[in-house]
């Protein structure tokens, strides 16, 4: 069973991921970034499918062939499983049907609450006490999917968007690697990573 992780950033979450002892396969990355030095750090394959080979972060971006390409990338090293961290392009629906139930990713509140990406300053400008971190299923829709995890987190009074993002980052560089896990033995077994996922979070 081969996993693939993208990256787009730092590489943190991949440094958790790879701190957990999670067999990776290959690390992808959407442009140069740090992320893919702590890969190569590990002894991981790393892929560079750049951007700018598909007009950038310019209005000209041609999102389905780059999908595509991330796609034939990926397929070419038999890869199972695409675990997103902290990847910072929105694919088109084309590579979750070639990867269809088999894409995972984190969001930075107890989704469906706070879908989107301002889900930490929305959480905060809504008076919450509680937010969190989810692992799910990644569709085309933004922060659909199945849930597989969650974890609390609660909002302090003195909290800011960066002191609580931080705390939420705590708990996703904990929760992910473990979900991460799980989904693996289930794939393992035969099951879809949806398998996991409460009954209720399902549809």
């Known amino acids: 069973m081969a996993t693939a ?19 990776v396969g290959v690390v992808v990355a959407d442009r140069p970034c740090r992320g ?22 310019s209005p000209s971006f041609d999102r389905e062939a780059y999908s595509a390409s991330l796609a034939d990338a990926l397929e070419q090293r038999g890869v199972d499983l695409v675990c ?33 990406w301002h ?11 509680t937010t969190g971190c989810t692992v799910h299923v990644a569709t085309a829709e933004l922060d659909e999917g199945p849930i597989l995890s969650q974890e609390p987190v609660e909002v302090r009074d ?8 931080e705390r939420i980052k705590a708990v996703e560089r904990r929760l992910y690697p473990l979900t991460i896990l799980l989904v693996r033995a289930a794939l393992a077994r035969g099951d879809e990573p ?10």
């Not at 991981?44 to 972060?57: K, N, P, S």
């Not at 003195?158 to 993002?165: G, I, K, S, V």
């Open 5 to 23: 992780v993208l990256v787009s950033g730092t590489g943190t979450i991949l440094e958790a991921i790879l701190g957990a002892e999670v067999p």
């Open 119 to 129: 889900a930490v300053r929305d959480a905060l400008a809504a008076g919450v006490t």
């Open 158 to 165: 003195d909290d800011d968007e960066a002191t609580l993002h």
């Open 194 to 203: 949806a398998s996991l996922a409460r009954p209720e979070a399902k549809d």
């Open 36 to 57: 893919l030095v702590v890969a190569a750090r590990g002894g991981v394959e790393t892929v560079l499918v750049d951007r700018a080979e598909h007009g950038g972060f």
């Open 84 to 116: 997103m961290a902290g990847f910072g392009t929105v694919l088109a629906a084309s590579f979750f049907e070639r990867f269809e139930g088999r894409v995972l990713n984190t969001h930075p509140s107890l989704l469906p609450a706070f879908r989107g």
